[in-house]
């Protein structure tokens, strides 16, 4: 993140928040953020029976929610030097959020109606269900969007940590948070237009229920980087095989119009087409040759003045996994690497001593993390890569050390 800490320091804090703010915005097409919309906009329009003031409150408080939970998460892990993002990656949180989204992917399928607690909305007293509503589930967008947004929160949290103020955090995160949540306040606001379209037949029953599909494969997603590639690959042929027979021609919705029948039946045809395309194939091997980081490792680098990278990776880590079937089996990068000493620091389940050590000496917060010395030894902190890189950005970083 140190584009945002030279402009910033360059041109004020009022230019990074606005960096920070297009970030949020853009972060609204990551896998775990786009498939909420959705969700979102039926959600609006269910509220949207009232004035227009009400549903513009509504839509602000979802967006206040938003930004809050990351805020408030912000400012705690600024203080504790930790990384939120990055716990949110651990393989028990992922697998709770994707318990959570199939409880709500079940709901869309009719078989319950989710409701807040009766004995929360007693205490929440004056304060309409609907506001409620509103305000938890834009942080519950917040937590499941965590695990997508991690390597870019990264760079925001060593910024925060750097500059050693918890109220710096709150309002970086914050602002992250609005960035995030400008979308859907645009969705709630739109909301009343959104609800004179017409509510009641079949088409809406069936739109429910393939949003329910929807949810369904955002849980598998989450559940990438704990399966196998090959178990992940045939759950999704599966799930998609099973959305389109299902789709297509067993929901039980009453056709109306010979045009419903055609479109369901097309839809399904389409995603049993994309089931066949997804039959898991057996990928090559990773072609990096990485070895184990160990400090003697690191040092015999030193002394033959090879160029080192430290790559801080762990099996739960989505982008970490992403790396190594894109980034590092590009031939371009695997050339590149072969005058490199790759060094990987295993963090999915213990850490070494000696792993703990270069954790704390070089403030890492989190997985992905390459750390990028010259030949001298000596970290380029502004080659640190945070996150995802495609083949072309890292031999860009490459460039700058060969």
Same mark, same amino acid.
């Not at 320091?9 to 009022?14: A, L, N, V």
């Not at 972060?27 to 969700?39: A, K």
């Not at 509220?47 to 227009?52: F, H, N």
């Given at each position: 993140?140190?584009?945002?800490?030279?402009?910033?320091?360059?041109?004020?804090?009022?230019?990074?928040?606005?960096?920070?703010?297009?970030?949020?915005?853009?972060?609204?097409?990551?896998?775990? +953020?786009?498939?909420?919309?959705?969700?979102?906009?039926?959600?609006?329009?269910?509220?949207?029976?009232?004035?227009?003031l009400h549903t513009v409150w509504l839509a602000l408080l979802y967006v206040v929610g938003l930004s809050l939970s990351y805020a408030v998460l912000g400012a705690l892990t600024a203080s504790a030097g930790a990384l939120f993002g990055s716990w949110l990656q651990h393989p028990a949180v992922l697998l709770a959020i994707a318990v959570g989204i199939v409880a709500l992917a079940l709901s869309m399928f009719g078989l319950y109606e989710l409701r807040l607690p009766q004995v929360l909305t007693q205490r929440l007293g004056q304060v309409p269900a609907g506001a409620a509503g509103a305000f938890v589930m834009g942080t519950a967008v917040g937590f499941i969007a965590a695990p997508c947004i991690g390597p870019f929160v990264a760079g925001l949290v060593l910024l925060v940590v750097q500059r050693g103020s918890p109220w710096f955090g709150?309002?970086?995160?914050?602002?992250?948070?609005?960035?995030?949540?400008?979308?859907?306040? +645009?969705?709630?606001?739109?909301?009343?237009?959104?609800?004179?379209?017409?509510?009641?037949?079949?088409?809406?029953?069936?739109?429910?229920?393939?949003?329910?599909?929807?949810?369904?494969?955002?849980?598998?997603?989450?559940?990438?980087?704990?399966?196998?590639?090959?178990?992940?690959?045939?759950?999704?042929?599966?799930?998609?095989?099973?959305?389109?027979?299902?789709?297509?021609?067993?929901?039980?919705?009453?056709?109306?119009?010979?045009?419903?029948?055609?479109?369901?039946?097309?839809?399904? +045809?389409?995603?049993?087409?994309?089931?066949?395309?997804?039959?898991?194939?057996?990928?090559?091997?990773?072609?990096?040759?990485?070895?184990?980081?160990?400090?003697?490792?690191?040092?015999?680098?030193?002394?033959?003045?090879?160029?080192?990278?430290?790559?801080?990776?762990?099996?739960?880590?989505?982008?970490?996994?992403?790396?190594?079937?894109?980034?590092?089996?590009?031939?371009?990068?695997?050339?590149?690497?072969?005058?490199?000493?790759?060094?990987?620091?295993? +963090?999915?389940?213990?850490?070494?001593?000696?792993?703990?050590?270069?954790?704390?000496?070089?403030?890492?917060?989190?997985?992905?993390?390459?750390?990028?010395?010259?030949?001298?030894?000596?970290?380029?902190?502004?080659?640190?890569?945070?996150?995802?890189?495609?083949?072309?950005?890292?031999?860009?970083?490459?460039?700058?050390?060969?």
């Open positions: 993140m140190a584009w945002l800490s030279e402009i910033i320091s360059q041109r004020g804090i009022w230019i990074g928040l606005l960096a920070v703010f297009a970030g949020g915005l853009a972060l609204n097409l990551t896998p775990c +953020v786009y498939p909420m919309i959705p969700v979102t906009v039926a959600f609006f329009s269910q509220q949207a029976s009232g004035a227009r709150f309002v970086l995160f914050f602002t992250l948070g609005l960035g995030m949540g400008l979308p859907y306040l +645009v969705l709630g606001m739109a909301a009343q237009q959104i609800n004179r379209l017409p509510k009641a037949g079949p088409w809406l029953v069936w739109s429910k229920k393939a949003l329910g599909i929807v949810l369904l494969g955002l849980a598998l997603f989450f559940l990438k980087g704990l399966l196998p590639a090959r178990a992940f690959s045939l759950g999704v042929m599966a799930l998609l095989l099973a959305a389109g027979v299902y789709l297509g021609w067993l929901e039980r919705t009453r056709a109306v119009s010979r045009r419903f029948t055609w479109s369901r039946r097309l839809v399904g +045809v389409g995603l049993i087409v994309l089931s066949v395309a997804a039959w898991p194939r057996t990928p090559a091997a990773p072609l990096v040759a990485w070895a184990p980081y160990t400090e003697a490792a690191f040092e015999a680098a030193q002394r033959a003045q090879r160029p080192i990278l430290i790559d801080v990776y762990a099996d739960w880590c989505l982008p970490c996994v992403e790396m190594d079937h894109v980034t590092f089996r590009h031939p371009d990068v695997v050339l590149a690497l072969s005058s490199v000493a790759t060094l990987r620091l295993d +963090v999915t389940d213990e850490v070494s001593e000696a792993g703990e050590r270069l954790i704390r000496r070089h403030r890492v917060y989190g997985a992905p993390t390459i750390l990028v010395f010259d030949r001298a030894g000596k970290e380029r902190t502004k080659l640190r890569v945070l996150g995802f890189m495609t083949p072309a950005e890292f031999l860009e970083v490459l460039e700058q050390i060969l």
